[in-house]
């Protein structure tokens, strides 16, 4: 999945009312910008305009046991990792647990961004943004988070928010 803007082991992209339940994921999961051990991106729509699902979106029972990384070159500055879900919004995870390791790689790099950056690390979601009807309900992680000590080098800030279940709500 390397190079695919949203990538999940179980799913990349969910959205529009979709709903993942009772599955595990044992492999390794890499991937360049939104990388989640069971869904990439939760609730958004794929039209290239930004827009997002306003349909509820659900993981449920779901657990993820394998390590889930960012590596290589990424072209766009915004990177969302978690043991679950990388991104979501307008939705729900619940009763899901994340056991593997959730890491920005020190071998990750950026090519031909002039603009200041966002990482967000979490053991269950990345990030999640637009909170008025969603959550993350009855979820644990054990997995390691981690960004490497290492920063890219160049012009602009990299803000980094690393958390145990949630690495940023914006």
Do not use: Q, W
């Amino acid at each position: 999945n390397v190079g695919v803007p949203a990538c999940g082991g179980i799913v990349g992209e969910l959205s529009n009312g979709g709903k993942i339940e009772n599955c595990i994921n044992k492999g390794k999961i890499i991937g360049t910008r939104i990388v989640g051990g069971i869904v990439g991106a939760m609730g958004f729509i794929s039209d290239n305009t930004n827009t997002f699902s306003r349909k509820h979106t659900i993981i449920a029972n779901c657990a993820n046991e394998g390590n889930v990384s960012v590596t290589g070159i990424r072209y766009n500055p915004n990177t969302f990792i978690g043991g679950i879900c990388g991104s979501f919004n307008y939705g729900t995870i619940y009763n899901s647990y994340n056991t593997g390791d959730v890491t920005i790689d020190k071998n990750s790099s950026y090519s031909g961004i002039s603009t200041n950056t966002y990482e967000n690390l979490g053991g269950i979601a990345g990030r999640c943004y637009y909170t008025d009807i969603e959550g993350i309900i009855n979820c644990y992680n054990n997995g390691k988070i981690s960004r490497s000590s290492e920063s890219p080098s160049s012009t602009y800030t990299t803000e980094t928010s690393i958390g145990g279940i949630l690495g940023a709500r914006t």
